[in-house]
């Protein structure tokens, strides 16, 4: 308990301390205008309150990752905790939070032109169907995953079918509609049920005295009895959402576009991503709690349990049937209230690279029938096959954020330290991770030699930063010398 009670206060000293410096790092302007102002069109740019801006951007990037991948995460042990605290604080909230302010200062971009803007053409393109692939493979997989819990808490009548009929029913009407009309309304009921649930499963751990099996003491090695679970880089990308994840930057554009003013940001898109530090650091050690410790949560697992099935014994068990039921909804509203502005975003990213106006409905239907064409036909496809390819894409788009991140905050001369630190570290995780991973997700490599061919990429990648950098100082300097 003490270990828990410990990595709760540092998450929000975290956001109190290290956010302030990223803040002061940026430079925050309170006088300039903003996107929401200045491009306002009654559909994707408007002033919305603050405390609907946060609650929009907390439950869009608090999808199942902070929930199933923390509960998947921490059966690798102790580790999960380290990488939930120290993720969210030095990598995942910086990648939010700056990714959203480049976006602000910038009329409100979307990210595949923000990332090109910095790191070149060619990589503008790469991103711009990276986005589109991810935030579909995203809409796709959190059509399914609510759908199947839903239809386990209502009549046989209510089958799983008619729960994705009706999800993807409400995508539709999220893409489309004017962001005041349905996603600014649903998201305060949606996000009373998600902190509801994360408070009544921190009291329970704390007021009703649950041991919680931290095992630091008997070190950071993975609890997995075999070699293909190693902590590095395996731990790293099952825990995502939960740390750091590159779906959020495609989210924080959105609400750079409705945001009032640039001081607010930091309580917005740090606050958000310490607030998923936290629902990812309650249900880690409820998993553990509940079951008894990393052996017993494996067991759970290998005797046919899955993390949704642990989300609902959990839930019941701990807070009853009603507080049960609620808890739930709130685990089915966190995909529900992900997958909807996953498409949004896929279609204003469309719209920015096709440069259309989507004041019009017209228009707003020419970008997104084919996204929900592809999202439909996405479904098809094995929803392990598509959770693993997803994880392993939300990492790379972090890392390739990450590396647009440092070259921005360099060109304004600031501190890049803050970014170019967690760029390495996630270019190592995204590279060892398919070079290890088993065929067909991965190429199989053994872990040594993953771990050292990652370095070196690594190595490569940051030569090559530097020299793009050192180019374009030089450039300027010419430029000013003209």
């Known amino acids: 308990m003490t270990s828990f009670l410990i990595a709760l206060a540092v998450l929000i000293g975290g956001y109190i301390v290290y956010g302030a410096i990223v803040e002061r790092i940026i430079g925050i302007d309170s006088t300039r205008p903003m996107p929401a102002e200045t491009k306002r069109d009654g559909v994707d740019f408007m002033p919305l309150p603050t405390w609907r801006v946060f609650l929009i951007q907390f439950l869009n990037i608090a999808g199942l990752g902070p929930i199933f991948g923390a509960i998947m995460g921490v059966m690798f042990g102790p580790a999960a905790f380290l990488w939930i605290v120290l993720g969210t604080i030095f990598a995942g909230a910086v990648h939010d939070f700056v990714s959203a302010m480049m976006s602000v200062r910038s009329g409100g971009q979307s990210l595949p032109e923000l990332v090109g803007r910095e790191l070149g053409t060619g990589i503008k393109q790469l991103m711009r169907v990276f986005s589109l692939v991810l935030l579909v493979l995203v809409g796709a997989v959190f059509v399914l ?182 808890a739930i909804l709130g685990v089915v509203a966190a995909p529900i209230t992900t997958g909807d502005t996953a498409l949004r975003s896929a279609r204003l990213i469309a719209a920015d690279f096709l440069h259309l106006d989507q004041h019009h409905i017209a228009r707003r239907l020419m970008v997104s029938l084919p996204l929900f064409a592809l999202t439909a036909g996405v479904m098809m496809i094995d929803f392990n096959v598509l959770w693993r390819y997803f994880a392993w ?82 450039e300027k300097a010419e430029i000013d010398n003209a």
């Not at 329970?204 to 099996?213: E, G, N, R």
């Not at 008894?292 to 494996?298: C, I």
């Not at 001369?413 to 067909?440: E, H, Q, R």
């Not at 050292?452 to 940051?462: E, K, M, Q, R, S």
Request: proline share 5%; hydrophobic share 55%; with cysteine.
């Open 145 to 326: 995953t609510p759908a199947g819990l839903l239809a386990s808490m209502t009549p046989a009548s209510l089958g799983t079918g008619f729960w994705i009929a009706a999800i993807f029913i409400y995508y539709i009407l999220a893409t489309l509609l004017p962001v005041d009309k349905v996603i600014a309304r649903i998201y305060p009921v949606f996000g009373f049920a998600l902190l509801f649930m994360a408070a009544g499963l921190l009291g329970v751990l704390i007021f009703a005295a649950h041991d919680i099996p931290a095992g630091f003491a008997e070190g950071l090695s993975s609890r997995y009895a075999d070699d293909a679970h190693p902590v590095f880089p395996m731990m790293f990308v099952s825990i995502a959402c939960g740390a750091i994840s590159g779906f959020h930057a495609t989210q924080s554009p959105m609400m750079a576009r409705c945001l009032k003013n640039e001081r607010l940001a930091r309580p917005v898109f740090y606050g958000a991503m310490v607030a998923e530090g936290l629902v990812a650091l309650i249900w880690a050690a409820a998993a553990i709690s509940f079951t008894g410790g990393y052996e017993a949560l494996r067991g759970y697992m290998a005797d046919g349990g899955t993390a949704g099935s642990l989300v609902h014994d959990i839930s019941i068990g701990w807070l009853g049937t009603l507080g049960g039921v609620l």
């Open 393 to 474: 894409s939300n990492q790379t788009l972090a890392m390739f954020t990450l590396w647009a991140a440092t070259a921005w905050l360099y060109r304004g001369g600031k501190a890049y330290v803050v970014t170019i630190l967690p760029a390495m570290f996630m270019t190592t995780v995204c590279v060892s991770y398919i070079l290890f991973a088993p065929s067909p997700e991965g190429f199989g490599l053994g872990w040594t030699t993953a771990i050292a061919c990652a370095l070196g990429a690594t190595a490569v990648a940051t030569a090559i930063f530097a020299r793009m950098m050192a180019g374009g100082k030089a």
